[in-house]
């Protein structure tokens, strides 16, 4: 059934079980974050969802907006001396944005129904080859790109289903490809894709010498929260 959920447009994705710092300053989302540490919002729970780019004025309808976000849970907040909050907060569900409504609430608020994966088929040894496949990409992308106590590999006995999205989540990926593997429901097909994207992200940071900025280092900076 769709449910409503407050959002949060970004020009970012969040992934499942990846956490997002936030600096609040913009007053609807200062009341946002009031609401969610309140109790106002139940359960401490918003939607972030990406803005479609270009973004040349205020986003108020759905069509501004990526169709598949992912909710977060608020962790942390910190209310900061001039009202500003920092906050931290952790991806959870996927949804699919069905409806936004830009006056009902000082905040955008989207009707929205929750995605879940396919099953994983049976089959040990293809979701062993495939599972580790995946953490030795991600090895070997983070051993290129960052100090080695500057990461940690997720946990050995994580769900194979979540897996893909942990991995993804220390890359500094194109937007493009997080929201890809955001929308991907089966979870196979989507430890293939996170091998395939951190090979290739450390194959070009090797032959570079450094770390690509993400593209939205060299665009102008935007009041979006």
Excluded at 78 to 106: H, M, V
Aim: hydrophobic share 45%; aromatic share 6%; net charge negative.
């Amino acid at each position: 059934m769709p449910e409503t959920l407050p959002l949060f447009p970004l020009q970012t994705v969040l992934l499942p079980g990846a956490n997002l710092p936030l600096h609040i300053f913009e007053p609807r989302y200062r009341q946002l974050t009031v609401d969610l540490v309140t109790g106002t919002v139940p359960e401490k729970r918003f939607g972030v969802v990406a803005i479609k780019a270009p973004v040349t004025e205020e986003v108020d309808k759905v069509d501004q907006l990526l169709a598949v976000g992912c909710s977060a849970l608020l962790r942390q907040a910190t209310r900061l001396p001039d009202g500003r909050y920092d906050i931290i907060t952790t991806g959870e569900r996927r949804f699919r944005l069905l409806d936004l409504d830009a006056t009902s609430a000082p905040y955008l608020v989207g009707t929205v129904e929750w995605i879940p994966d396919t099953e994983i088929p049976s089959g040990t040894d293809r979701i062993n080859s495939l599972t580790e496949s995946a953490r030795a990409a991600y090895r070997r992308y983070c051993e290129t790109a960052w100090e080695r106590e500057d990461w940690d590999e997720p946990a050995a006995d994580t769900d194979p289903a979540a897996l893909a999205h942990l991995l993804a989540a220390d890359a500094l990926l194109p937007m493009e490809d997080r929201q890809a593997l955001l929308e991907e429901t089966r979870p196979l097909h989507r430890l293939r894709m996170v091998y395939s994207l951190l090979t290739r992200e450390a194959g070009i940071i090797a032959a570079l010498h450094a770390v690509p900025a993400p593209a939205s280092a060299f665009s102008a900076p935007m009041n979006l929260n």
